[in-house]
């Protein structure tokens, strides 16, 4: 019998990348499937960008991962964009299709999944809220919109960034999306089924830091979810349980842009359950 001791490989490029936990979760599913790939997460600043993507082809890599800086830059090395990247106007999953990379965004649909399988809620019809105007809630905003949210409010500090993510969505979606500024305390509507934290407020180190709002109007059906992951259990979730309401981490997220990541390399059914445990350990 002839032996193959060739792995298939993909990986993370970063910058700084040694914090990021994907490569756990991708690992422990490759070992449950019994599948011969490796993930690699490598440190690439922006001006080995080009050459890196060089190394995916010569490597015959099946795909990447981009995170920060790199979501955006490495579009024109790239063969082609999904609808939602090009919507989005950022990649964090490449797939090789071929001899072709197609850039690919989960962020959005990793959170929506989230939201159905782990929060239980069906988005149509709901009325969604995004603090943020960044790279993550601009994946999460487009997803709400493409799913068929009744009604999507942005509301960011920077008032011009946050009103160019509103221009830019409606325009790619056609969607009802619209803005409003950060100023003091954002008090969330009692119409709200769905509020995001899409900033990085209460990120590691800062954990003690929670967005300045207030959920004292919320109706006891909200569900609220933060994108930050590290640390697992927010301030901005204490606060929502705190007052009764139904939360979702940013761990959730994470999964599952990493579930949709796997089965889009590899064309077999994610075990779940692993990725989440491996993330969760790796994390805790
Ligand atoms: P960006 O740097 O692109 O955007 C950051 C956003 O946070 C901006 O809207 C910024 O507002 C806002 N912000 C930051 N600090 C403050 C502050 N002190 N007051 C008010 N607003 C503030 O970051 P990303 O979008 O890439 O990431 C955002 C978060 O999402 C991070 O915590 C990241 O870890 C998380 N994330 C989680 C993922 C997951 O799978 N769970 C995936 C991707 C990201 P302004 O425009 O005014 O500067």
Known sequence: MSENYKSELVGVLGQPVAENPTGVMQEAAFA?????????????????????????????????????????????????????????????????????????NTDGKGFLRGVRQD??????????????????????????????VSDLLVVNRSVERGE???????????????????????????????????????????????????????????LVCDAVFNPAVTRLMEMARGRGLRVLDGLSMLVYQGVIGFELWTGVNAPEAVMKEALRKALA
């Not at 993930?39 to 990447?64: C, H, N, Q, W």
């Not at 009325?127 to 799913?147: F, H």
């Not at 969330?188 to 990120?203: E, P, R």
Request: glycine share 14%; net charge neutral.
């Open 32 to 104: 449950a499937c019994g599948l011969a790939w490796r993930y690699l997460t490598i440190e690439v600043g922006p001006a080995d960008l080009s050459a890196a993507m060089g190394g995916v082809r010569a490597f015959g890599m099946k795909g990447i991962n981009l995170t920060i800086p790199h979501k955006v830059a490495v579009i024109p090395y790239l063969d082609g964009l999904s609808e939602e990247a090009r919507v989005i106007g950022a990649v964090n999953t490449v797939v090789r299709r071929g001899d072709a990379l197609i850039g690919e």
């Open 119 to 148: 929060g239980g809620m069906d988005v149509k019809g709901k009325r969604a809220v995004v603090l943020g105007a960044g790279g993550a809630a601009r994946a999460i905003a487009t997803e709400l919109l493409l799913a068929g």
């Open 164 to 222: 160019a993510m509103v221009r830019h969505l409606a325009a790619g979606t056609g969607g009802p999306i619209r803005f409003e500024p950060w100023v003091g305390t954002y008090a969330v509507g009692g119409d709200a089924d769905l509020f995001v934290n899409a900033t990085s407020i209460g990120l590691f180190p800062n954990v003690d830091a929670c967005p300045d709002v207030d959920l004292s109007r919320a109706k006891p059906e909200l």
